[in-house]
């Protein structure tokens, strides 16, 4: 295991960031977009976030096929390049469909980026620090959210336009990757594997199932949460903005002590993620208080900022130095693809099952999901563990 400097591991964590910027960043300016294209088909408008995972996910297909033709530093000097022009690149653009296929090019900038901001920590770091870098991980990615969004709602009040000019702060990773990441070839460690193979899908299928339910569940707050706490508790736009804000920094400081947490809670951590989120869905589905709304928010906090460094972590430990190639593609695209299912998912399943009146009907399908998700954790993995302390 090679020595890593503190600048090495500030610039992978730096990567963490931006990921969670391909579609959060520009939710605060949907609205205001949508009113601007008004004589364009809404599914259009709705593309311009869902779009970029579509294609996060087709590039971590084909990410291993990519790491064999180029080291790591140009993979992601690549996909950093891409991230800034084609995110900020929508700021020039008055069309929509010239701004999908920046959008869609921005899906394929974090394909290439968001696997190497996991896989690296299991590249450069043994098992019994990934928990520590796993959770910062996390945390980091948190904390992007929380600053896109902010930004993104205070520049969208000059001009729609102006909210895309977030994606300019890819260049802090930019100059960061380019002075100090190291020129790996990591494809090359993997010589016989295909840019997609069903054996690795069976191998590390808990940890990919796992996020593709956590994030199904994760999503059904963002999508449902605004309508809900305005018609059953009453809040204004400012309270609903602060707490979905206030979500994202739960998450972020769990992320923070999430490797701290492994030692006390070693063998119950993995039912956090299903548990918290249960007990946040079922605060949604009672609320009638602003009490119940804030709680719930802070459970999902919790959820999330637990249950993603904790799939990370197994996943990483399980695939070794190759993490980065072989798991960590399929992590990224069953994260992107729950979050992409989730509201074609649960809104359908809302009305079969709820009836289209109940507006906390998706509240109630989360907690089934909840349950799902809880047998699935249950069923693979009560036979692993994590590697003992030292």
Wanted: charged share 10%; net charge positive.
């Amino acid at each position: 295991m090679k020595t890593v400097s503190r600048r090495v591991t500030s610039t992978i964590l730096s990567m963490s960031l931006l990921t969670v910027m391909a579609g959060a960043a520009i939710a605060p300016a949907l609205g205001i977009i949508r009113e601007h294209f008004a004589s364009s088909p809404h599914l259009l408008v709705q593309l311009i976030v869902s779009i970029p995972a579509l294609f996060i996910i087709l590039t971590n297909i084909f990410f291993l096929q990519i790491s064999r033709r180029l080291r790591t530093r140009s993979i992601a000097i690549v996909g950093l390049l891409l991230y800034v022009v084609s995110g900020a690149g929508c700021f020039f653009a008055s069309n929509i469909y010239a701004i999908l296929a920046l959008r869609a090019l921005l899906g394929i900038s974090v394909g290439l980026v968001m696997p190497l901001s996991t896989g690296l920590l299991a590249y450069y770091f043994p098992p019994e620090e990934q928990a520590r870098l796993m959770g910062l991980s996390a945390a980091m990615n948190q904390m992007g959210g929380v600053i896109a969004t902010l930004l993104a709602g205070l520049l969208a009040t000059i001009e729609w336009r102006y909210a895309f000019l977030v994606y300019l702060s890819g260049l802090i990773a930019l100059l960061m990757v380019a002075a100090w990441l190291p020129d790996e070839q990591l494809g090359s460690e993997n010589k016989r594997g295909k840019a997609f193979e069903p054996r690795q899908l069976l191998k590390f299928h808990p940890s990919v199932l796992g996020m593709f339910l956590l994030m199904m569940i994760f999503f059904i707050f963002p999508t449902n949460f605004a309508i809900v706490a305005e018609q059953q508790a009453g809040l204004g736009t400012t309270a609903i903005t602060f707490v979905m804000v206030g979500l994202d920094v739960v998450a972020f400081f769990v992320g923070l002590v999430f490797g701290n947490m492994m030692h006390p809670f070693r063998v119950q951590m993995k039912y956090f993620a299903p548990l918290f989120f249960l007990a946040g869905y079922l605060c949604y589905t009672f609320a009638s208080v602003a009490v119940l709304i804030v709680s719930g928010s802070a459970f999902i906090g919790i959820a999330n900022g637990v249950g993603v460094p904790y799939l990370n972590t197994i996943a990483s430990i399980k695939g070794g130095r190759n993490s980065a190639t072989t798991v960590m593609p399929l992590l990224s695209a069953a994260l992107y693809l729950g979050q992409f299912l989730s509201p074609l998912v649960v809104m359908p399943a809302s009305r079969l099952l709820f009836g289209e009146t109940d507006i906390v009907g998706p509240y109630k399908v989360g907690i089934i999901i909840c349950i799902v998700f809880f047998f699935q954790v249950w069923s693979t993995r009560h036979f692993q563990s994590l590697p003992p302390e030292k």
